[in-house]
């Protein structure tokens, strides 16, 4: 089992990027997967989910509107579509699996197994 997350890179603020997360040994879509972002000295935070169930989606408030999480079966593939950027997007993000409860999509200790982190940085 292995997630290779990839995309990041620098953009300037109003930009935006799109990470993936590729999958192998397992097929992606029987499996939630979220996404999860860190800075230096703070607790990895919740970004936004694709459940196994329907393929439903959720986002984290700040990431609200600017970004989408989508998933392309033929691919193995989940996709974290990043617009309107800002310098407080800037972090490590990560790709994760599981099969958590709604209720526990955000807590990083219900996860599986993690992809390596890709850096985002937001910055003029």
């Known amino acids: 089992v292995q997630l290779q997350a990839s995309g990041g890179g620098l953009v300037q603020p109003g930009g935006a990027l799109k990470l993936s997360c590729a999958a192998s040994g397992f097929t992606l879509a029987q499996y939630t997967i979220s996404w999860f972002r860190q800075v230096p000295g703070k607790e990895r935070e919740w970004v936004s989910t694709?459940?196994?169930?329907?393929?439903?989606?959720y986002y984290g408030d700040s990431v609200k509107g600017r970004f989408t999480i989508s998933r392309d079966g033929a691919k193995n593939t989940a996709y974290l579509q990043m617009n309107s950027l800002k310098p407080e997007d800037t972090a490590i993000y990560y790709c994760?699996?599981?099969?958590?409860?709604?209720?526990?999509?955000?807590?990083?200790?219900?996860?599986?197994?993690w992809g390596q982190g890709t850096q985002v940085t937001v910055s003029s």
């Open positions: 694709i459940r196994h169930i329907g393929g439903t989606t």
């Open positions: 994760a699996r599981g099969r958590p409860a709604l209720s526990a999509i955000r807590d990083r200790d219900i996860y599986d197994d």
